[in-house]
């Protein structure tokens, strides 16, 4: 077939389930000790370190990653079902959950044993974050746009320009970044990137907030000015972070966070409904519900084919496509459904908290990891047409 | 469970192309594609779309192999006479096909379930209008009850979750059915019917019914059929737990396989002819919108084909039609539906005005993959069923019915 494209039949094995128990078990405790309120997705800061601590403890970070760095050993599954748990729960898992995700397993890649052996064994305890530093002012989906300079000097890289929407900034340990360090060439527009582990301790950085729509300040402006950054910071190739980047953002994609990150508002309305609801109620939770499954048989076939050693890059962009766009709509769908529920209703008023919540964070959820756009022209690639 | 024999029961045809090089004898597990390039050696992969290399399983490249050669849409769209249609029933009753799921005590090739639905999912691939899966269907709700199947083509009845057939003391049959697919082109028709004390397996005499003439979005006979005191060939107690909605529950798998199978094959068609027609001086596959367009369709397409097998997979791993099954076959008749509805349009899009036009094939896979809907519930019917069972179960248990598949 012209278009290939594969969504092996994969189950969650059995050891999946324990893990999924335990983690179920961990959470409730959490929330028993008050260290979070699963029905308040909406908290100003979502990072809890004595949390992180405890979720690194149970060796839930870096689950996929060699031992020798700290990391499990443990299989992709596993670790798609520790993610699912904690999203489901509105888990605070700001502070670890991008660098378990795609700054560690970069750092693996690309940087030398030192760096490896000093930062991997502290992500998986859980004390470290990263921030992603690829957006700046002029450039969002058109990455190669990237203008924030890094010029050699003595011993590194002095590092000049503004980074922008860097989510965590504010609180981040480290930044990967892809920095200018040559002009892109006439033939090659995507020549002259480099990525760079950046200490957000340096001298010469500065993190403003930016407020977002929904109230919370969890995106920043990263300002550089002179900022030092020693040579074996440098990742991977010189000029050639385009390639890095991009398969970088290959983990961003597919997980169970790209259709999750709304889920709650559907809890909601099923409580709001009842036990009996009437049949357009009925019918509306049953369509959400298989989507919301299909979503979620698409994300573990690719989270298998992962684990198998495939590549399922463009599998993946249509779990994210689809994904996001589902967790976009639901609020509104929900809030369709339960036009008709007497506002007196025991859970109204955690409903209609929640539906404004996540009305509020809806329009950004296609637009992080890379937009509705880019990923249909990335799926359009994966089937020939360009 | 014994399996398909591919030796005995495929014979070379003379009147088929003779790039169909069938080996002598089969491996009763042909698993490796060593020995699954035997079969389909020749066969040009325009003509089997190229998926045929990527099966693995040996009844399935058998299908698509006899798909290709003698229900190619463009020769069939053609063919005004319907004169394709008895070469390749019997191309496909020599191969044992109809009877996939009859066990080989009672005559059939006793195939697995999987290797049955992956059957399926070719002929929604293929579009193929001859009452395979229906006989395919008739055969196994028949084997439940142990009833052997005779030859032929068969249906099976009811085929909407409203309608009912019921059995008297005197063991005959009383009802009105509608949509049942090729009811005017049956031999016989399995029946799940239901008494007083349960549920019974008949196999009926077309005959002895009364058929109206009718048909679907997509050409095929889709008939009202009345069972007014029909007196079946054969009747037998139900197994345990097996009632009508078990019927509905196999039928709404079997019709989101060919559902998914349609949509690969329109996405397939649709880059294809995205890749030839030229505006603007552009090939319209360059023009973004239409790469979105397919891009969308692409992702409707992974759903329908994640959905189905979903389904298909938990109905061939169970001994029961359980809740298990319930939420699997329920979700996969409504997101394939919804693919359907979406996909078709896509495609017709892209194709403009030529896609529009009976001359072309277009019409074959998108208006039977949106009439299949209407098969074994609407996706209405599953989802208000869906939804009052994950309401009675209660919101903190929603996760946990998810995750838990
Ligand atoms: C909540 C949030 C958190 C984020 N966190 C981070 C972070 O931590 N680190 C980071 O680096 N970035 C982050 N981003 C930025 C994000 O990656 C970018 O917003 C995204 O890549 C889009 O870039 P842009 O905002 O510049 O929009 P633009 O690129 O200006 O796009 C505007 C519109 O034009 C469309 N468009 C652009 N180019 C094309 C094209 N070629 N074809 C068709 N349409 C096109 C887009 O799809 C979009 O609809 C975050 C964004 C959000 C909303």
Redesign the pocket.
Known sequence: MTAALRFDQIRLPPECEALRHEVREFLREEIAAGTFDPDEPQREDSDIPEFSRRVGERGWIGMTWPKRYGGHERTFLERYVVTEEMRVANAPTRRFF?ADRQSGPVLLKYANERIKMDILPRICRGEVCF?????EPN?????FAAKTKATKTDGGWLINGT???????HIADYMLGIFRTSPPTADNRRHGLTQFLVDMKTPGIKVNPIA?ISGLK??NEVVFEDAFVPDDHALGEIDGAWKQATSELAYERSGPERFLETYYVLTELVRALGNNPDTRGAEGIGRLVAQLHTMRRMSVSVAGMLQAGKEPVVEASIVKDIGTIWEQQLPHRVRDLAAFVDSDTANHHTLEEQLAFATKIAP?LT????????LR?IIARGLGLR | MKRFRASMRIRQRPAMSSSLVIASAFPHHARNKNDIRILHSGISNTEAGGVVAESENIVAETAECIFADLADAQTINRDKSNHWKTPLWSALDDAGLPLSWVPEACGGAGVSLAEGFSVVQSAGKFAVAVPLVETMLAGWLLSQAEIPSPSGKMTVAPVRPQDRISIDANKTLTGRVRGVSYGADAEHIAVVAVSTNGSVIALVDASACHIDAGENLGHDASNSVTFNNVKPLTIKPAPSGFTPRSLMLMGATLRSLQIAGALEALLDISVRYSNERVAFEKKISKF?AVQHNLAKLAGEVAAAVTAAGSAADTIANSSSFDDAVFFEAASAKIRCAEAAEKGTAIAHQVHGAIGFSMEHILHRYTLRALAWRDDFGHESYWATELGRFVAARGADELWPLVASR
């Open positions: 991008v921030a992603i530093g690829m957006s450039s969002g989906s058109d990455l980074k922008v929407w860097t989510t965590s900034a977002q969890e995106f950004k637009i992080q990891g890379g937009t509705t756009e880019v022209g | 973004q």
